[in-house]
């Protein structure tokens, strides 16, 4: 088996998929539905040697791989530092906007309330636009947008703090305690988190189908009045059409004070495997060192082996 790792329209806005291009209908989308079961170990089974471990060069300043059916670590580097985490927020920015059970079809726009005044950044989804509740999910996710994060937090019941105390909530509810929200975009260096905390969320969010769907789509084409915009993943892994990666959930993330960061749900040796990056600061150094990561898992043959009877 081939190795890998791990709309709604309104007022004028029409979303288009861009064809061959859903990396949700993947090999990782019919994997178990999200549903990772823990299989038994053989005796023989290999296991990452501290020489191996060693020459795992991964730059990011803090990492963890785990093997997700096991909960066994199989690298950490500087896994309990609290440090910024920019928009991997989004993740549970998502779980509660999903949690609430909203109508995903209601129509929501954006108001000046979501601009970015902090950070300054640019967003293609202008005041006075409206999409879906599903398709400000899908762009928040997909291509992080900040603008539709914030939305999805404003008509949330109770307004925007009341979105931010449930993320707050949810992130002790998953035993998260390194882990703490101000905003719901992760524009803020106020909302901090380390890397141990962060496989916890990652396999949280993965058990929710619309946050694996939407965070491995590789591009979609949006219609803004009469002109198409095309949306695309921020992780050019999900991007990729030649690459052997089998990604069943994926967010990047980047402020100054965060550096680029990277979380994955993959599969490595037809096993399951979340992968957390923070603090990265080369262009390409996220990926790279999940790159380096496949390789070394391959390499050091941590497949699992099936026990006899």
Same mark, same amino acid.
């Given at each position: 088996?081939?190795?890998?790792?791990?709309?709604?329209?309104?007022?004028?806005?029409?979303?288009?998929?861009?064809?061959?291009?859903?990396?949700?209908?993947?090999?990782?989308?019919?994997?178990?539905?999200?549903?990772?079961?823990?299989?038994?170990?053989?005796?023989?089974? %290999?296991?990452?040697? $501290?020489? @191996?471990?060693?020459?795992?060069?991964?730059?990011? %300043?803090?990492?963890?791989?785990?093997?997700?059916?096991?909960?066994?670590?199989?690298?950490?580097?500087?896994?309990?530092?609290?440090?910024?985490?920019?928009?991997?927020?989004?993740?549970?920015?998502?779980?509660?906007?999903?949690?609430?059970?909203? #109508?995903?079809?209601?129509?929501?726009?954006?108001?000046?309330?979501?601009? @970015?005044?902090?950070?300054?950044?640019?967003?293609?989804?202008?005041?006075?636009?409206?999409?879906?509740?599903?398709?400000?999910?899908?762009?928040?996710?997909?291509?992080?947008? #900040?603008?539709?994060?914030?939305?999805?937090?404003?008509?949330?019941?109770?307004?925007?703090?009341?979105?931010?105390?449930?993320? *707050?909530?949810?992130?002790?509810?998953?035993?998260?305690?390194?882990?703490?929200?101000?905003?719901?975009?992760?524009?803020?260096?106020?909302?901090?988190?380390?890397?141990?905390?962060? +496989?916890?969320?990652?396999?949280?969010?993965?058990?929710?189908? $619309?946050?694996?769907?939407?965070?491995?789509?590789?591009?979609?084409?949006?219609?803004?009045?009469?002109?198409?915009?095309?949306?695309?993943?921020?992780?050019?892994?999900?991007?990729?059409?030649?690459?052997?990666?089998?990604?069943?959930?994926?967010?990047?993330?980047?402020?100054?004070?965060?550096?680029?960061?990277? +979380?994955?749900?993959?599969? $490595? *040796? *037809?096993?399951?495997?979340?992968?957390?990056?923070?603090?990265?600061?080369?262009?390409?150094?996220?990926?790279?060192?999940?790159?380096?990561?496949?390789?070394?898992?391959?390499?050091?043959?941590?497949?699992?082996?099936?026990?006899?009877?």
């Amino acid at each position: 088996m081939k190795t890998a790792l791990i709309f709604c329209i309104a007022a004028g806005v029409a979303l288009v998929p861009v064809s061959g291009t859903a990396a949700g209908k993947s090999k990782a989308a019919s994997r178990a539905h999200g549903h990772v079961k823990a299989r038994h170990l053989s005796h023989a089974e %290999s296991r990452p040697s $501290l020489e @191996d471990t060693q020459r795992l060069l991964v730059q990011s %300043s803090a990492a963890i791989v785990q093997d997700q059916a096991t909960g066994a670590i199989l690298f950490e580097k500087n896994a309990g530092a609290v440090v910024p985490i920019a928009s991997i927020s989004k993740l549970m920015t998502a779980m509660v906007s999903l949690d609430a059970t909203p #109508n995903l079809e209601e129509p929501l726009s954006i108001g000046d309330e979501d601009v @970015d005044t902090l950070k300054g950044t640019h967003s293609r989804l202008k005041v006075g636009t409206r999409l879906s509740r599903e398709e400000m999910l899908r762009l928040a996710l997909m291509s992080s947008e #900040n603008r539709a994060a914030s939305a999805l937090s404003r008509f949330y019941p109770g307004g925007r703090p009341a979105f931010v105390a449930a993320m *707050n909530r949810k992130a002790q509810a998953l035993g998260l305690s390194d882990t703490h929200f101000e905003d719901p975009t992760g524009l803020t260096s106020a909302n901090v988190s380390s890397a141990r905390d962060l +496989v916890k969320m990652v396999a949280a969010a993965h058990q929710y189908p $619309l946050i694996r769907e939407f965070t491995t789509t590789a591009e979609y084409e949006v219609m803004l009045g009469n002109r198409p915009q095309t949306f695309r993943n921020t992780n050019p892994l999900v991007r990729a059409r030649d690459n052997d990666w089998e990604i069943g959930l994926s967010k990047t993330g980047f402020i100054s004070e965060a550096g680029k960061c990277l +979380v994955m749900q993959a599969w $490595l *040796n *037809n096993k399951p495997t979340i992968i957390v990056l923070l603090d990265s600061w080369g262009k390409l150094t996220r990926i790279g060192d999940a790159n380096r990561i496949k390789r070394w898992i391959e390499s050091a043959n941590l497949a699992l082996k099936p026990t006899a009877g």
